[in-house]
């Protein structure tokens, strides 16, 4: 059994309170890193009362923040194991951000969600290409440019990382924007929901050297443009192409998608003459 407790994590991240650590933290972040794989068992509940130096009903409460939303299930008399990945609850809030902070060793997970992005977001821009308003495209504006800025500035000494995090949070803004253009109350709610898991693509793709960043900001400005234009069947292939940039850049081959992949863009009647 792996002691959670000399783990970075635990030291770093106090989530529960400020005087003890929090144990669903610490499993979280071994799970969703892949030290535990669906079908494991976790460590049970006296071993972790040892481990974290807090009593068992502490441990029972933190564990039943991972039964909540659907990692881990209680089986009586062999303790907490680790659920299928199809069976976890990704759009919750604590789901999406542990998977934020923690999922980027998890190739299956990354895979998952480029999938739905590739059914969901062609379709979305198409929609934002036909009802973005000027304020719409003033948000998805600077958004590009803050992308621009950051990827053309050079990181002050020491600071690479916060560049790539300011890029990045851009990025996300700029995918943001294209949901709240459609003005459908539902795909705006979505934006909010999808915006971690957006993110954790997002700042693993810009800092992947298999991507040259400059490419990958001109298929982001040839979306804007589309949209821009209101053209709906550019737009659509182009967030087609960014997130075929995104797949490259992660290595990982994203499958087909079900819904864009097999688009057949409906072409005007033709009435025979009499």
Not at 150 to 162: D, F, I, M, N, Y
Not at 225 to 237: G, K, V, Y
Request: hydrophobic residues 40%; proline residues 6%.
């Amino acid at each position: 059994m792996p002691n959670l407790v000399g783990h970075q994590y635990v030291k770093d991240k106090t989530r529960k309170t400020a005087s003890r650590p929090s144990v669903a933290e610490a499993l979280a972040e071994a799970i969703f890193s892949g030290h535990y794989q669906p079908g494991d068992f976790v460590p049970k509940e006296l071993a972790l009362c040892e481990q974290f130096a807090i009593n068992r009903s502490a441990v029972r409460s933190d564990l039943r923040q991972l039964v909540d939303v659907g990692i881990i299930e209680r089986i009586s008399g062999h303790g907490s194991k680790v659920r299928e990945h199809a069976e976890w609850n990704i759009l919750d809030p604590l789901v999406t951000e542990w998977m934020t902070r923690y999922a980027s060793p998890n190739p299956q997970l990354q895979r998952e969600i480029l999938a739905f992005r590739l059914d969901v977001e062609p379709y979305v821009a198409m929609t934002a290409a036909k009802r973005a308003t000027a304020k719409d495209l003033v948000a998805l504006e600077e958004a590009f440019e803050g992308m621009g800025q950051h990827l053309r500035t050079a990181p002050a000494s020491g600071e690479p990382g916060t560049k790539a995090r300011l890029h990045s949070d851009f990025d996300v803004a700029f995918h943001a924007a294209i949901f709240k253009a459609t003005h459908n109350i539902v795909w705006a709610q979505l934006s909010h929901i999808l915006r971690p898991s957006i993110y954790l693509l997002v700042s693993m793709s810009n800092v992947s050297e298999a991507d040259d960043p400059a490419e990958s900001l001109e298929r982001h400005r040839h979306l804007m443009e589309s949209i821009r234009a209101r053209q709906p069947r550019e737009a659509f292939l182009a967030a087609q192409d960014v997130l075929g940039g995104t797949a490259r850049a992660l290595g990982i081959e994203p499958g087909e998608s079900a819904l864009g992949r097999e688009f057949d863009w409906v072409k005007p009647a033709q009435h025979p003459t009499s």
